[in-house]
């Protein structure tokens, strides 16, 4: 695939999640399966070793296997895709985005280093090594809620600047000031937001969302983000009742019990059916059991029974 400037990564981007066994090895088979679903899904992108993808557990002849099966799949159907070459050691995230760079990605997703917070010039040349790396494929920067240093718009300009390899980022997102700063220091990037919050992302200016909202159905996913683009009042009823489902059966998981997030992305998957990638991750990371996911789908049937493709859906 050709890389990718900030203007042309946008839109309904779907996450590779890991298939795990029960003796923890990847399940290469379902994996594959998964892979060729999304590339027949009609998204507008892949992209792998998010949180979902668990690169934090990987070895690297894993990553290597796991890149391979990807590539050729995306590059044979023509998807983009972008490669997670994340890792909290900076070396081995070089080490990854050099090892894979023959397989074309349309970008390299990264993360900053994680264990001391990095200060701003620490920044610069961590990102200047990575697209030094890289060239001539582009970077995303992925700074999570959980990072230990979290942006300010500002300071994503900021790094723009020095980095002009840098074309996109992964947020959390924010309130109106939050757009307003956004609008105001980001206009060269691309901004994706969390996937529950596309169309009011989209709304203020947002491009798209490596998406949890697609974990759930890639298709239903698809068609909300494209539903955006010719029915915005429309899109954000439909938001509206996913953050209705989000906050009354998603959310508990992580503020009473105490997953992680991938955990999340995973039982959603389970619960839209459209895919055998299975609940479990890999240890010492608890998962949620599979049988709670007929009593959600029952919710979700109910309130976004369009994200779940369920034909002849109206509210």
């Not at 379902?30 to 507008?44: K, P, Q, W």
């Not at 491009?207 to 698809?222: D, T």
């Not at 899109?235 to 009354?248: H, S």
Request: with cysteine.
């Amino acid at each position: 695939m050709k890389p990718l400037t900030a203007s042309e990564i946008v839109g309904n981007w779907c996450t590779l999640m890991l298939p795990i066994n029960a003796d923890e090895s990847i399940d290469y088979a379902r994996l594959d399966e998964e892979v060729v679903y999304l590339t027949a899904a009609g998204v507008n992108g892949l992209y792998t070793n998010g949180t979902a993808g668990e690169f934090h557990t990987q070895t690297e002849a894993e990553f290597d296997r796991i890149h391979e099966l990807v590539a050729a799949r995306c590059n044979a159907a023509g998807l983009p895709f972008q490669i997670g070459a994340s890792h909290m050691s900076m070396q081995i995230s070089l080490d990854r985005i050099r090892r894979s760079r023959a397989f074309q990605p349309s970008a390299f997703q990264v993360i900053l280093p994680d264990w001391f917070p990095v200060q701003d010039a620490e920044m610069i040349t961590c990102l200047q090594l990575f697209a030094a790396a890289a060239d001539p494929i582009p970077l995303v920067l992925y700074n999570p809620p959980h990072a230990k240093r979290r942006l300010t718009p500002a300071q994503f300009g900021m790094l723009k600047r020095a980095v002009p390899a840098l074309v996109g980022v992964k947020v959390p997102a924010g309130d109106e000031a939050w757009y307003a700063e956004m609008r105001a220091h980001m206009r060269d990037l691309s901004v994706f937001v969390p996937g529950h919050l596309l169309a009011t992302g989209y709304s203020r200016g947002g491009a798209g969302a490596y998406s949890n909202v697609a974990c759930l159905h890639p298709v239903g996913a698809q068609r909300w983000y494209d539903l955006m683009r010719v029915d915005l009042p429309a899109a954000l009823d439909i938001e509206r009742r996913i953050l209705q489902f989000w906050e009354a059966e998603i959310i508990p998981y992580i503020t009473e019990q105490h997953y992680p997030n991938g955990a999340l992305d995973k039982f959603l998957s389970v619960i839209g059916g459209w895919a055998h990638i299975g609940s479990r991750l890999r240890l010492p990371y608890r998962w949620i059991d599979e049988t709670e996911a007929g009593r959600v789908r029952a919710v979700a049937e109910r309130l976004i029974p369009e994200i779940l493709c369920i034909e002849g859906a109206a509210h």
